[in-house]
């Protein structure tokens, strides 16, 4: 079963906005991970947030996390018509060696 | 550029044909992982390997058959495949040491996947 769950499942928005997409997760965990896949190609790591974390930065993204709600947030600033893609929250359960994915928000970016 | 290559990149087979994809990593990784992903669907786990044992089998059927030769490398046999086994198949890996009682706790490195159709 599926660890996380996202919202929205899809987002349009225009390039230059800001775009949010949130995970929400059902048991305790080591770290929460963000990745990004393009159309039918792999995953690509964009950034991993310990359980004892609440907010950390790389670039254009920022990712939040609130352990007592079993959630976090990835946002993009100024996106870019590359940003189109889907985007999976991971989670990492303590006790667990499984990395289970949520659903994936579909991201597109009109330039 | 992934370090971590697949092949082939596309596959078509039919149900009686054995077939393998393959999975290369030169990261010196020691936990390696199969996934399965259909379309508009996040990736769901096959198998995870740690130091060339399985470790992980979440209840594939038999047809799916993982290898791991040696560290850098891990296969996946076909054989009798049906339709509903045409997917995108991904292969990672990753830093973690995956003990009994240890979490995963690094991030997983994939594969461009190779994209299986079974007719």
């Known amino acids: 079963s599926q660890q996380g769950e996202e919202d929205p499942q899809a987002l349009s928005i225009q390039e230059g906005e800001n775009a949010t997409m949130n995970c929400s997760y059902k048991?305790?965990?080591?770290?929460l991970q963000w990745y990004r896949q393009n159309s039918g190609r792999g995953l690509v790591h964009l950034i991993l947030i310990r359980s004892n974390e609440r907010e950390k930065h790389s670039g254009r993204l920022r990712v939040t996390l609130d352990t007592s709600k079993k959630s976090s947030s990835l946002l993009i600033t100024a996106s870019r018509a590359a940003d189109t893609a889907s985007y999976f929250c991971a989670t990492a359960p303590i006790g667990g060696f499984k990395t289970i994915f949520g659903a994936g928000t579909r991201l597109f970016v009109k330039a | 550029d992934t370090e971590v290559t697949q092949t082939p990149k596309h596959l078509v087979m039919g149900m009686t044909n054995k077939k393998s994809l393959k999975c290369e990593q030169h990261m010196g990784h020691r936990a390696m992982y199969w996934y399965k992903q259909k379309a508009k669907k996040p990736p769901e786990l096959m198998f995870v390997?740690?130091?060339?044992?399985?470790?992980i089998n979440e209840s594939v059927p038999s047809r799916f058959s993982p290898e791991c030769p040696n560290s850098s490398l891990l296969n996946l046999h076909l054989h009798a495949l049906q339709p509903e086994d045409s997917a995108l198949y991904l292969c990672a890996s990753s830093q973690s040491r995956l003990v009994a009682g240890a979490s995963n706790t690094g991030e997983l490195f994939f594969g461009e996947g190779s994209r299986l159709t079974v007719l």
């Open positions: 390997y740690s130091y060339e044992k399985l470790s």
């Open positions: 048991t305790s965990i080591n770290n």
